[in-house]
């Protein structure tokens, strides 16, 4: 059972490139969701979806776009990657959004803009 | 906005002492639950308490809730080395939809 696997672990980007950090759970999990840490800031959530086709905005959600075709993926697109967004993004799944669940998270994806 | 506060935010304690650390958040909530994360990891959950809870304990770990207060805490008794990492509270906001949001975290050190 391999839980939330993230791809890449490490990324470096230059200014005004695209990517996309992938996401996946075999949890049969709902719930899946974005966020990125940053020193001294804690975690803070991008973007969410409770099932297959349905997103919604976080916290901080400009320069992100998500998509949830099924509901083991979960992919974070950068659409044109800025230095502000040079940190660590974990994903995480629940079971549900609405029962009292624990969320499991990736190993993270260190992402560097230069 | 960040809903979890912790408290302190860094604690160096000496092996076999307890370390209490503390989360104050702001709106109403389903639970809140406390993670861990070892330096350069994902987190791990630890504990999960109701919002019509008031104590849990799991192993080493005890975590309170006062509702009235909008605060928790979370006691590591016996800590050991290896419980050298950063802990966070988040909470589960009451609603459809709930976002788990979470604190700033407090970095724990226990010494050998």
């Known amino acids: 059972n391999a839980g939330v696997t993230q791809t890449p672990k490490f990324q470096v980007l230059k200014t005004g490139q695209s990517m996309t950090l992938q996401c996946a759970q075999d949890?049969?999990?709902?719930?899946m969701s974005w966020y990125r840490q940053d020193p001294g800031m804690g975690l803070r959530l991008i973007h969410y979806?409770?099932?297959?086709?349905?997103?919604d905005q976080g916290e901080v959600p400009n320069g992100y776009n998500v998509s949830r075709s099924t509901t083991e993926d979960f992919p974070l697109r950068l659409l044109s990657a800025a230095p502000s967004q040079t940190s660590v993004y974990f994903c995480?799944?629940?079971?549900?959004?609405?029962?009292?669940?624990?969320?499991?998270f990736g190993q993270g994806t260190r992402l560097t803009v230069v | 906005s960040q809903q979890g506060e912790e408290d302190p935010q860094a604690l160096s304690i000496q092996e076999g002492e307890n370390a209490t650390m503390n989360c104050s958040y702001k709106?109403?909530?389903?639970?809140l639950q406390w993670y861990r994360q070892n330096s350069g990891r994902g987190l791990v959950h630890l504990i999960l308490?109701?919002?019509?809870?008031r104590e849990k304990h799991s192993g080493r770990l005890r975590v309170t809730l006062d509702t009235s207060k909008k605060s928790s805490s979370l006691l590591i008794t016996a800590s050991r080395a290896a419980d050298t990492a950063s802990y966070f509270c988040?909470?589960?906001?009451?609603?459809?939809?709930?976002?788990?949001?979470f604190g700033k975290g407090i970095t724990l050190s226990v010494r050998p």
């Open positions: 995480a799944s629940r079971r549900d959004s609405y029962m009292n669940t624990e969320a499991f």
């Open positions: 949890m049969n999990h709902e719930y």
């Open positions: 979806s409770v099932g297959a086709g349905i997103t």
């Open positions: 709106t109403s909530i389903n639970n």
């Open positions: 308490i109701r919002s019509n809870e």
């Open positions: 988040a909470t589960d906001q009451a609603g459809a939809n709930s976002k788990l949001t």
